[in-house]
């Protein structure tokens, strides 16, 4: 149920309300949720506080895919309520970013009710995920950093969970560019464990290596629900990637798992095959 005095609106696609409501932290923190469950989380006041622990680990790979303040061109593959392109735009000013969402009421009701940082360079595309990036290939469209931000487990749409979908990703990145594809995913991590299988198939086509996760340690530990965000690419391969590590790690939230593509695969074969096989069988 919405509350009468907070910007809402219901959401075509998903026939879910969705509504904007102080975050009860602060007086400038808002919260975005839809079907009464918090999806983002914006401080008007200073773009660079992220909240959610899995969009901070994105934000900490984007402030290593450039030298400091050096704008990106960045496609948001799923908006939420802007966070994280708020967060390009206070740290790398003058970033061209591309939001694509499937929801066409959710674009206007978030920068209605929560107005971008001044001199946002954004344009919004409504549609599918894989429609939108077909169209974008026509133009010849590039970009430095591709966050997919759409699954949550077995509700994910499932043509964007495949190595088709994600070899067409790594198609549009530059010679810097990183793909960061966000994972929510119920204990055992299964769901996790077969997106891994699908990158690392998408990754082998154009030559790369697989993907790094970044997590909480507790959730890679013992395969807790949770979020594992995905990062690969030319700009994850490129440059000193001991240092690259020990930036992520310190960065957090902590407690933090930086696994490179090794240990992923590591962790990937401590969730058996064969259970997520059955369940889509059954």
Do not use: K
């Not at 969705?18 to 200073?46: C, K, M, N, Y």
């Amino acid at each position: 149920m919405t509350s009468p005095d907070a910007p809402s609106a219901t959401l075509t696609f998903s026939g879910l309300p969705a509504e904007i409501l102080p975050d009860g932290f602060s007086a400038t923190g808002w919260a975005l949720r839809i079907g009464g469950i918090e999806q983002s989380h914006v401080d008007l006041a200073d773009p660079r506080t992220v909240r959610h622990e899995y969009l901070r680990r994105v934000a900490n790979v984007l402030d290593t895919a450039a030298a400091p303040g050096e704008p990106l061109s960045v496609l948001h593959l799923g908006g939420g309520a802007l966070t994280l392109v708020r967060y390009v735009q206070a740290t790398r000013p003058g970033s061209e970013q591309t939001v694509v969402e499937i929801e066409p009421e959710l674009i206007d009701l978030v920068t209605g009710a929560l107005p971008l940082p001044e001199g946002t360079r954004m344009r919004a595309l409504i549609g599918d995920a894989e429609e939108q990036l077909a169209l974008l290939a026509e133009a010849d469209a590039r970009f430095d950093a591709i966050v997919l931000d759409v699954f949550n487990g077995s509700d994910s749409p499932p043509h964007l969970a495949r190595e088709r979908f994600y070899a067409r990703c790594l198609e549009r990145l530059t010679e810097r560019g990183i793909l960061l594809v966000n994972i929510g995913d119920d204990d055992g991590l299964r769901f996790f464990a077969d997106q891994v299988r699908e990158v690392r198939g998408a990754a082998a086509q154009a030559r790369m290596a697989g993907p790094w996760t970044l997590t909480d340690s507790v959730v890679a530990g013992i395969l807790e629900e949770g979020n594992l965000v995905l990062a690969l690419g030319p700009g994850v391969e490129a440059g000193d990637l001991d240092s690259r590590r020990e930036a992520w790690l310190e960065a957090g939230p902590h407690p933090v798992a930086v696994l490179d593509p090794a240990q992923t695969e590591v962790l990937l074969r401590r969730i058996p095959e064969d259970d997520l096989e059955a369940d889509e069988e059954s």
